[in-house]
């Protein structure tokens, strides 16, 4: 059992950067696909970010790239998201996500949000204008 502890949200304004944590523990670490996600008001929760299950490559949503960034460190068992020009419209719930690679292909991106198994409790960014 996976458990997901993410940090680093906060109130920000408009062309502000932040970066959010997800540190994860009960599980071998390097064996999960990680993921983010946000859920704005009144909105489904997306899909933002991912690694290939291979671990060379990333993927996001059309709306990020080239603003965030995900990375993982698997010597601290955490995963971040480096978020920069942020915009109002990325205010939302973030959560980290872990699903098992060894369900999936090499190479595979894991983006629906039924396929993660573990979450977080999410954490507040609020991006003013």
């Known amino acids: 059992q996976v458990q997901l502890v993410e940090s680093g949200g906060r109130l920000v304004q408009a062309g502000d950067s932040l970066r959010l944590s997800c540190a994860a523990s009960?599980?071998?670490?390097?064996?999960?696909?990680m993921g983010w996600f946000r859920q704005a008001p009144g909105k489904e929760r997306e899909f933002v970010a991912t690694?290939?299950?291979?671990?060379?490559?990333?993927y996001y949503t059309d709306s990020v790239k080239g603003r965030f960034t995900i990375s993982r460190d698997n010597a601290k068992n955490t995963v971040y998201l480096q978020m920069n020009s942020l915009r109002p419209e990325d205010t939302a719930v973030y959560y980290c996500?872990?699903?098992?690679?060894?369900?999936?292909?090499?190479?595979?991106?894991?983006?629906?949000?039924?396929?993660?198994?573990?979450w977080g409790q999410g954490t507040q960014v609020t991006v003013s204008s």
């Open positions: 690694f290939s299950t291979s671990g060379g490559t990333t």
């Open positions: 996500a872990a699903a098992r690679r060894a369900y999936y292909p090499g190479g595979y991106y894991v983006t629906g949000e039924g396929d993660y198994y573990y």
């Open positions: 009960g599980g071998t670490f390097s064996s999960y696909a």
